[in-house]
């Protein structure tokens, strides 16, 4: 609609001005009011009025003179120097309901292009907790919003499987296991020992001493520290990878650290030779970047011995050799922003063209503050979902006390994903923010299950419909108020869903899906669908809010449910 009224201002600017503006210029221009009082759309005159040097309000009078003669509009009025257009709803709801398909096709946005997406990168001394969560879901929801606005996506994930982290969780097994093999699910079975160590080390400092002598016996590839290494290890990849299945990630592929870390440190050495970096007196190999304004990187150890910075190096040639992309993109925490400045600096002088972009998200903290997983009282994420999915069976049985073990159980746990991701992502993703997991599971306001709920009910009156007709009603002769709120929020949609892809933040589709869950409820409420004069057009409505918001939903991350 929007390049539509963009095309006919153009073709009235001409009559009056006698200039040809860009099209592309005119539909950035359109906005939507922010009350229906104000139109459907309105059009700023002062910038095309300022480049022929006439009264912006005078140009918006001689504009409406010339689009109120235009059967799109009901009505144009002139507000300072805004044309408000009030479209017409009958021609305007058959345009919108007639583009509206099973599919969503995807619009080509930004078409052709390769990305790269690095979520979560987890240690392995430990289960993933509830700031995984967030990473997760937002690399998967800005996966899919990419791949639906016409780009190839590759999700890829690091494994941190070696360091002194590691070392901590190995030792403790070491000294207090007992070979014991897991007895719980194994990455909290190893989580377990990460924790024990941080409360040896407490009382006595010779632990991280022993660590320490550990990861150097790993460097030097000590048989029996190395066997230990992969015992645990393949313990800890088996858990992660279980809970990326269960909330819904797969990756295309996954990189090790530990086959990285030894190839960085020649990357580094080629450097070295070609004199983009240098070497200090006590031997360690550096970046100076002072005259950036940033510090000196070291890149190699005055041992030998590499850094994150210098595997974050390699890992990038092994992508592009991998993925050839055009941008590359990691989600990590805000916490390292200055890591990723500097490794973007150093790319680049090394000659990277690519795109690459550190999506810094904010920390997550519950109610009661912060967590701290060396002290054990992270929030762990499978515990987390198992909350939340017996949160949600309360709140199914309360509502239907006939629902069979095994359907409760399934529904249970898409309504607990669906809260948790939801929760995760309305939230700017740059901001920190508090996850309440009680609120989160509200079938009532701004959460995941009032969302689900809202497309259950759509599912429910389309099945009380003998026939569907698949045809575009062809006799609408009115549209009322409510009608009208859903087909232009639905009308929203393919805008929506390029500004999230151009922004890079899936709270843009969080909030539209609760915009149109709130818009389709009231209309809901306000008009009845089935044996009403209107019957025809509101069940096009209700069919078509389903498959958007299915489609929102998806972009998020979130299953739908057809009953709840």
């Known amino acids: 609609m929007k390049k539509e009224i963009a095309s006919l201002i153009k073709e009235k600017l001409k009559s009056i001005t006698d ?7 005119l539909i950035s221009k359109i906005e939507t009011p922010p009350n229906k009082e104000l139109g459907d759309f309105a059009f700023p005159c002062f910038f095309v009025a300022k480049r022929v040097s006439m009264d912006p309000h005078t140009l918006a009078l001689k504009l409406k003179e010339l689009l109120s003669a235009v059967g799109e509009f009901e009505d144009v009025k002139v507000v300072g120097s805004y044309l408000n257009l009030f479209v017409n709803k009958v021609n305007f709801t058959k345009k919108v309901l007639s583009e509206i398909d099973q599919n969503l096709s995807a619009i080509s946005f930004n078409a052709g292009k390769r990305i790269v997406i690095e979520f979560p990168s987890p240690n392995t001394n430990k289960p993933l907790h509830l700031g995984h969560l967030r990473n997760m879901a937002i690399g998967e929801s800005l996966a899919r919003i990419s791949e639906s606005n016409g780009n190839k996506v590759f999700r890829v994930n ?8 590691i070392c901590k969780s ?3 097994y ?9 007895d719980k699910k194994p990455d909290h079975f190893v989580g377990d020992y990460y924790i024990k160590f941080n409360e040896l080390a407490k009382e006595n400092d010779d632990y991280n001493k022993k660590a320490q002598e550990m990861l150097l016996q790993w460097e030097n590839g000590d048989e029996e520290v190395r066997s230990l290494w992969k015992k645990m290890n393949a313990w800890a990849y088996q858990g992660l990878k279980q809970t990326f299945e269960l909330f819904g990630v797969k990756h295309d592929k996954y990189y090790y650290e530990s086959e990285i870390f030894s190839h960085a440190k020649e990357l580094v050495l080629e450097g070295l030779k070609s004199g983009l970096f240098k070497k200090r007196v006590d031997g360690a190999v550096v970046m100076d970047l002072t005259e950036d304004g940033l510090e000196e990187k070291v890149l190699l150890r005055p041992d030998g011995t590499t850094v994150y910075m210098t595997q974050d190096l390699y890992l990038m040639k092994l992508k592009d050799a991998d993925y050839s992309p055009d941008n590359s993109i990691y989600i990590v925490g805000n916490e390292q922003d200055y890591h990723f400045k500097v490794m973007f600096l150093i790319l680049k002088k090394m000659g990277w063209k690519q795109q690459l972009k550190h999506l810094s998200y904010g920390i997550v903290a519950l109610p009661e503050g912060r967590m701290k997983s060396r002290e054990g009282n992270v929030v762990n994420a499978d515990d987390l979902i ?14 239907n006390k006939n629902i069979d073990g ?11 994903l669906a809260a948790i991701k939801y929760t995760l992502l309305k939230p700017n993703i740059f901001n920190d923010m508090v996850f309440d997991p009680k609120k989160s599971i509200s079938f009532d306001g701004d959460t995941g299950p009032y969302l689900l709920y809202s497309y259950a009910r759509a599912s429910s009156i389309l099945k009380k419909v003998e026939t569907e007709s698949k045809n575009q009603p062809k006799d609408i002769k009115k549209i009322d108020d409510s009608e009208h709120e859903l087909v232009k929020k639905i009308s929203n949609f393919h805008e929506i869903m390029k500004r999230a892809a151009d922004e890079l933040n899936p709270s843009i589709v969080a909030h539209y899906s609760y915009d149109l869950a709130q818009t389709f409820n009231e ?3 306000a008009c009845p669908v089935i044996n009403s004069d209107n019957e025809d057009i509101r069940i096009k409505l209700v069919e078509a809010f389903r498959v958007v918001l299915r489609k929102s939903l998806y972009l998020l ?5 057809e009953k709840m």
Do not use: Q, W
């Not at 690091?158 to 982290?165: E, K, M, P, S």
């Not at 198992?386 to 509502?399: F, H, I, M, N, Q």
């Open 170 to 172: 190995m030792l403790a």
């Open 174 to 182: 070491k000294e207090f296991g007992e070979n014991k093999e897991p």
């Open 386 to 399: 198992e909350t939340v999915t017996r949160l949600a069976d309360k709140e199914s049985v309360d509502r």
């Open 19 to 25: 200039i040809d503006i860009n099209e592309e210029e």
């Open 557 to 561: 991350g979130i299953d739908v449910l």
């Open 406 to 416: 095994d359907e409760l159980e399934h529904r249970s746990r898409k309504i607990a």
């Open 523 to 525: 209309f809901y409420h």
């Open 158 to 165: 690091l494994f941190n499987d070696r360091g002194i982290h």
